[in-house]
């Protein structure tokens, strides 16, 4: 069973920051594409970053250059740092991997965390 643990969401004023942590555990022989999705109220999950096993970054063009993403290969973990929030940011945020498990290649999610930016 694989495990994706979130942390970090919470509330911030515009122009603030926050960093998000996904921690993925398990039966994990390897960890490939991880990223960060995120749905506010009334609107489809859109994909917000993503990252390669070798450290490519992929973002929407609605954060580039506010949020980055990084990961640590040894723990299995992926970072979110935002900067420069605003009201649009608002959603829950979802962490997403993709792993090597004894049946092959398997996409988990993780619970969510909020992500309020308000004033």
């Known amino acids: 069973q694989v495990q994706l643990v979130e942390s970090g969401g919470g509330l911030v004023q515009p122009g603030g920051s926050l960093r998000l942590s996904c921690a993925a555990s398990?039966?994990?022989?390897?960890?490939?594409?991880m990223g960060w999705y995120r749905q506010a109220p009334g609107k489809q999950r859109e994909l917000v970053a993503a990252?390669?096993?070798?450290?490519?970054?992929n973002y929407a063009d609605s954060v580039k250059g506010r949020f980055t993403i990084s990961r640590d290969n040894a723990k299995n973990t992926v970072y979110l740092q935002m900067n420069s929030l605003k009201p649009e940011d608002t959603a829950v945020y979802y962490c997403?991997?993709?792993?090597?498990?004894?049946?092959?290649?398997?996409?988990?999610w993780g619970q969510g965390t909020q992500v309020t930016v308000s004033s």
């Open positions: 997403n991997a993709v792993v090597s498990v004894v049946t092959g290649l398997q996409r988990y």
């Open positions: 990252i390669t096993s070798g450290g490519s970054t």
């Open positions: 398990g039966s994990i022989f390897s960890t490939y594409a």
